[in-house]
């Protein structure tokens, strides 16, 4: 063993390298300043059959390994590191659980057009409340005849809106954990497939990230990704692959700086001499190849051990992990033996230091490599005491009434009203519109759902006559600049303290929910049910806010200018009463013993998460002895 | 001397009051005493149901003697193993040496851990097992956790009497009394009825709703508990009652206030939200003093009414432990679906409030209102108005239901 790449994958390399230098790099600065998608480059990708690298020729791939998959991200990532992320998502995470899990029909259907680069494809695991800990899972699918029904959301979705093609995780067993998530493949297009927003990224800004939305999105039985329960499974496996890819962009970008800051500190004379030559420098450019070595090396022997179908999971999480960790180190000295030059936009080695970032955050986070690492070698931690299996997450806003009216659009307004003047809010009086947020009583906000800078007109009408200032989300005030950046409400912005607040067309990202949680009352009109600011709000009209607010408005005008609201006084927070826990509970007919679900019996072995229908038959009451059998259900009233 | 009551044809009370015992188990205090009941029916064939404290052994065998006039025993069917009705066993056996014993394997099992010479002289039934005496037929239920393991209930399809073991009986003595249309109910024995299930049975509020289910089968004339009056009229009003306990539903919109003082400051703070609420409207509401009164009675409350205030100061950096006592009895007799107000009250470093919120966070649904009120040794101007606007949301919060 040599521990050098063939002559084959250099020839490889050679192609890309050419690629990235001659269809990327010119229009790198560009894509990252207007924070655009490369779809010619991607289209011609495609052409080239490199978007289907590692998978057979039969199913539309290049048949090449993992090796070769490798290098082609580091080579596009040592131009641009999101053009590198846009062929990581799509072949490692897109594509990958298809050919690994598919069925024969899912692979022809699904896998062919992915890997002969007809279609993009991307990864949904990441939600609100389930990033490294994919047991806080909150989207749903409901089997219902031949369709799973899908509810809920992803955020940060890597290729997303652009993919046509979608790997899913949802909850098919609730409650249970990890053990209760399915895989499923979801296409674009499908009715109630909904994309939120495309954020604003500190860097792979040519990459295209955003939000999913599922509203009762009807998935094909047959489009479950092995079997119900093995979801979890699925995405650690991908993640195991996905890894290597990572580490790849990771390598590419800190060799892109590397490569850069060697030029130019051979270029630029300082003292007499260039500085390269400067010991502080040439210690510098020393130290960065051989961590630029050590991660390549890692890289490569983990793609090699995948394609030997020998275990990698450790390997490429070390890879992972080293690889982005040394790659901020890299580009930090890259900037760095640049000067003030390297600082400015335009510059190479500015954006790679933007673009190194992510690598240490996502696909698991470096924190999250080292618990894969750790575990490898030292096995599962013991049990901790307690449960772990964790409750439905509390909302970001406390504990709400979450009342979602029923009827017409004018019958739920009404109530709305009823409701709002049943809590003691007086529309006789009202604040002047502009008064900041942060002392204000009341406020009228729109999201993004208000569409056009017209329409903000019927929130400026309501604010009016809700007696209300008026404020916005984030994206309305920072991207839409329909306000002033002081009027957006959220963690990052103001918050709102006052008693009474409408989220128009918000749909309620948490860092929007954290600047309202001290709010007495919130008022959400949403037309996507499944809006996060449902769960957060104490009343709730589904529709769109086109509609619902100049009815609103109507309901709340009184016919006379509103008199000046007297000096704000907190009001009581609604009681909301204590909601079940969601299990079903068995008690012991021999000694009374309550069996919980979410502490599991570990005395017997059983994990946290372990319904009593789970529990094995020879199962018995750990204080009595009694059978599983001999365990009643607890009944409710209704059940009698 | 004898002392029975025909309760129906073939059938009689020959159980005995006792009004001399301070504490029922040793731990609830019956100021009125107790009755220990058991039936004997005179058939082809005589059965006994079940026996009698020990303590009142000599009445209960006279009251036997009696009433079987000379005939012997045949049966003794036992649907309850604790000592309160069984204790009498041995004399029966000893008196009666041929009857048979029936009852069910758990109870055979406790009949040896208490040392009654059971042994060829026992008929082991389950459930659904039938039986005849001659013109009485009946049928054994298993009534699991209700609130023994071994219990059953025996039920006579001839006449539809139910022997009903520990189910609906009642603290207080009989005294003369037999049927529960005899006395007013509601007013003289609904609250120690309450006490007995409550402290008794309240944990089992799941088993005891399986047996309702069961028992919704059968056409029911007549109930006959081990404790109390015999129930043959209205007996929907005592299912109700049974129905709101065992599903943990209060019975009535009200509030127990429930305060612990060391030198009546928090006592203060508890008369002053009294006095808002009633001031409010809110005029059913009773209070009560925990160091003082004890928690069996507190319990019955705490079941009864729909909130609670729980008021209390901070002892050895905890909860004051009268306080803690009765909540941890709540917590144990699994209590739910509450509202409650929580009042602390520390003068260095307050903490009763943060212990009484975590014992109510371990039960299931206890809703603490928004409204917390921090006592700083005596109630200033600040928290008499905190303590009005918990009144205000106590009373705000009767709107809502919980399911059940």
């Given at each position: 063993m040599l521990f050098k790449t063939t002559e084959a994958h250099e020839e490889f390399r050679a192609k890309i390298r050419a690629f990235a230098e001659e269809e990327v790099k010119p229009i790198a600065f560009m894509l990252d300043k207007e924070n655009s998608f490369p779809h010619e480059v991607v289209k011609k990708m495609a052409k080239n059959g490199w978007l289907g690298i590692p998978y057979p020729k039969e199913y539309g791939g290049a048949g090449m390994d993992a090796l070769s998959y490798a290098i082609a991200v580091e080579e596009l990532s040592r131009v641009d590191g999101g053009t590198g992320v846009i062929l990581s998502a799509h072949v490692s995470l897109g594509s990958y659980p298809i050919a690994a899990f598919g069925t024969e029909e899912q692979k022809k259907k699904y896998l062919m057009p992915l890997a002969?680069?007809?279609?993009?494809?991307?990864?949904?695991?990441?939600?609100?409340?389930?990033?490294?800990?994919?047991?806080?899972?909150?989207?749903?699918?409901?089997?219902?005849?031949?369709?799973?029904?899908?509810?809920?959301?992803?955020?940060?979705?890597?290729?997303?809106?652009?993919?046509?093609?979608?790997?899913?995780f949802a909850v098919t067993t609730p409650n249970i954990g990890t053990k209760g998530i399915s895989a499923f493949i979801v296409e674009k297009g499908w009715e109630g497939f909904e994309f939120g927003d495309h954020y604003d990224k500190l860097g792979i800004r040519s990459s295209s990230t955003a939000e999913l939305i599922f509203n009762d999105v009807k998935v094909p039985k047959e489009n479950l990704l092995g079997k119900e329960g093995q979801g979890f499974k699925i995405a650690m496996a991908t993640l195991d692959g996905g890894r290597i890819g990572i580490a790849s962009q990771a390598l590419g970008i800190a060799q892109g700086a590397f490569e850069h800051a060697v030029e130019y500190s051979k270029e630029?004379?300082?003292?007499?001499?260039?500085?390269?030559?400067?010991?502080?420098?040439?210690?510098?450019i020393a130290d960065?190849?051989?961590?630029?070595?050590?991660?390549?090396?890692?890289?490569?022997?983990?793609?090699?051990?995948?394609?030997?179908?020998?275990p990698y999971g450790m390997e490429s999480a070390m890879a992972k992990q080293y690889a982005s960790d040394i790659a901020l180190e890299v580009v930090n000295d890259a900037l760095q033996i640049f000067g003030g030059t390297g600082y400015l936009k335009g510059m190479e080695v500015e954006r790679a230091y933007r673009d190194a970032k992510i690598t240490t955050i996502y696909e698991g986070t470096n924190e999250i490599q080292r618990v894969v690492i750790a575990s490898h070698i030292l096995g599962k931690a013991p049990k901790e005491d307690g449960g772990v299996v964790k409750k439905p997450a509390a909302a970001a806003t406390g504990a709400r009434k979450k009342i979602l009216f029923k009827g017409t659009a004018q019958e739920q307004v009404d109530q709305l009203v009823?409701?709002?003047?049943?809590?003691?809010?007086?529309?006789?009086?009202?604040?002047?519109?502009d008064t900041p947020i942060v002392e204000a009583d009341r406020v009228v906000s729109a999201g993004k759902g208000i569409g056009e800078k017209a329409n903000m007109k019927l929130i400026e009408a309501l604010a009016v006559q809700a007696g209300a200032a008026v404020g916005s989300s984030r994206p309305v005030a920072e991207t839409l600049k329909y306000l002033p950046i002081d009027r957006y409400v959220g963690?990052?912005?103001q918050k709102f303290t006052g008693n009474l607040y409408f989220a128009c067309g918000i749909s309620g990202a948490s860092q929007h929910l954290k600047g309202i949680k001290d709010a007495t009352t919130i008022v959400a009109i949403n037309k996507n049910k499944n809006a996060p600011i449902f769960k957060n709000a104490d009343y709730g009209i589904v529709g769109d806010v086109l509609e619902i607010l100049p009815l609103l408005t109507k309901a709340l005008d009184n016919g006379k200018e509103k008199k000046p609201a007297p000096p704000r006084v907190k009001m009581k927070r609604a009681t909301v009463l204590k909601e079940a826990d969601p299990f079903d509970r068995y008690v012991c007919n021999g000694c009374g013993y309550e069996y919980h679900t979410e502490l599991g019996d570990p005395d017997g072995d059983i994990a946290p998460g372990t319904t009593y229908e789970q529990l094995p038959e020879e199962w018995l009451c750990p204080l009595c002895g009694s059978a599983k059998i001999d365990f009643v259900k607890v009944k409710t009233k209704e059940d009698k | 001397?004898?002392?029975?009551?025909?309760?129906?044809?073939?059938?009689?009370?020959?159980?005995?009051?006792?009004?001399?015992?301070?504490?029922?188990?040793?731990?609830?205090?019956?100021?009125?005493?107790?009755?220990?009941?058991?039936?004997?029916?005179?058939?082809?064939?005589?059965?006994?149901?079940?026996?009698?404290?020990?303590?009142?052994?000599?009445?209960?065998?006279?009251?036997?003697?009696?009433?079987?006039?000379?005939?012997?025993?045949?049966?003794?069917?036992?649907?309850?193993?604790?000592?309160?009705?069984?204790?009498?066993?041995?004399?029966?056996?000893?008196?009666?040496?041929?009857?048979?014993?029936?009852?069910?394997?758990?109870?055979?099992?406790?009949?040896?851990?208490?040392?009654?010479?059971?042994?060829?002289?026992?008929?082991?039934?389950?459930?659904?097992?039938?039986?005849?005496?001659?013109?009485?037929?009946?049928?054994?239920?298993?009534?699991?956790?209700?609130h023994w393991p071994e219990a059953m209930v025996t039920f006579d399809t001839t006449n539809g009497v139910l022997f009903s073991a520990d189910a609906f009986g009642s603290f207080k003595s009989l005294d003369g009394v037999l049927f529960a249309d005899e006395v007013n109910f509601d007013r003289d024995w609904l609250d120690e009825a309450r006490r007995y299930y409550t402290n008794i049975v309240g944990k089992y509020g799941p088993h005891v709703m399986d047996l309702l289910g069961k028992a919704a089968t059968i056409d029911?004339?007549?109930?006959?508990?081990?404790?109390?009056?015999?129930?043959?009229?209205?007996?929907?009003?005592?299912?109700?009652?049974?129905?709101?306990?065992?599903?943990?539903?209060?019975?009535?919109?009200?509030?127990?206030?429930?305060?612990?003082?060391?030198?009546?400051?928090?006592?203060?703070?508890?008369?002053?939200?009294?006095?808002k609420l009633h001031e409010k409207g809110m005029h059913n509401l009773r209070m009560y003093d925990v160091s003082k009164t004890h928690q069996s009675y507190l319990i019955g409350e705490a079941f009864k009414y729909s909130h609670m205030a729980l008021l209390a100061p901070t002892y050895n950096?905890?909860?004051?432990?009268?306080?803690?006592?009765?909540?941890?009895?709540?917590?144990?007799?699994?209590?739910?679906?509450?509202?409650?107000?929580?009042?602390?009250?520390?003068?260095?470093?307050?903490?009763s409030g943060v212990v009484m919120k975590e014992i109510l966070d371990s039960m299931k649904q206890m809703t603490v209102l928004n409204e917390e009120v921090s006592v700083t040794s005596s109630v200033s101007k600040a928290v008499y108005d905190e303590l009005d606007s918990l009144a205000d949301s106590i009373i705000d919060s009767m709107k809502q239901d919980y399911k059940y």
């Open positions: 002969k680069g007809e279609k993009l494809g991307a990864f949904g695991l990441t939600e609100p409340n389930a990033g490294s800990d994919a047991g806080g899972t909150e989207t749903t699918a409901v089997l219902e005849g031949d369709h799973y029904i899908l509810n809920g959301g992803k955020i940060f979705i890597t290729n997303a809106p652009i993919a046509e093609t979608y790997i899913v630029r004379i300082q003292f007499g001499k260039p500085i390269a030559f400067q010991q502080v420098n040439s210690f510098k960065m190849a051989t961590k630029l070595r050590c991660a390549r090396f890692l890289i490569y022997s983990a793609a090699e051990l995948k394609e030997a179908h020998e009823e409701a709002l003047k049943g809590d003691g809010y007086d529309f006789t009086v009202g604040i002047d519109k963690m990052s912005g | 001397m004898h002392c029975v009551r025909k309760v129906t044809d073939d059938l009689y009370w020959v159980g005995a009051n006792e009004k001399r015992l301070h504490l029922f188990e040793n731990i609830h205090p019956i100021e009125d005493g107790v009755s220990y009941n058991s039936y004997l029916l005179l058939d082809e064939k005589t059965v006994l149901f079940d026996t009698a404290d020990w303590a009142v052994g000599r009445q209960f065998i006279e009251n036997v003697e009696y009433v079987l006039d000379g005939r012997k025993l045949d049966y003794m069917v036992i649907n309850h193993m604790e000592p309160d009705h069984c204790a009498s066993m041995e004399e029966i056996l000893l008196r009666y040496p041929e009857v048979t014993v029936v009852s069910t394997e758990k109870a055979y099992m406790l009949m040896q851990q208490f040392g009654f010479s059971v042994t060829d002289n026992f008929h082991q039934v389950q459930e659904g097992d039938t039986m005849s005496f001659g013109k009485h037929n009946v049928v054994f239920v298993e009534a699991p956790m209700v029911i004339k007549m109930l006959c508990p081990l404790h109390g009056p015999v129930w043959r009229k209205d007996l929907g009003y005592i299912l109700d009652k049974y129905v709101h306990w065992a599903t943990y539903e209060p019975e009535e919109k009200g509030v127990l206030i429930a305060y612990a003082s060391m030198y009546g400051n928090t006592e203060s703070a508890a008369q002053i939200l009294a006095a950096l905890n909860l004051f432990p009268p306080m803690e006592s009765f909540m941890l009895d709540m917590q144990k007799l699994n209590l739910q679906k509450r509202v409650v107000g929580v009042v602390e009250n520390g003068s260095w470093a307050p903490q």
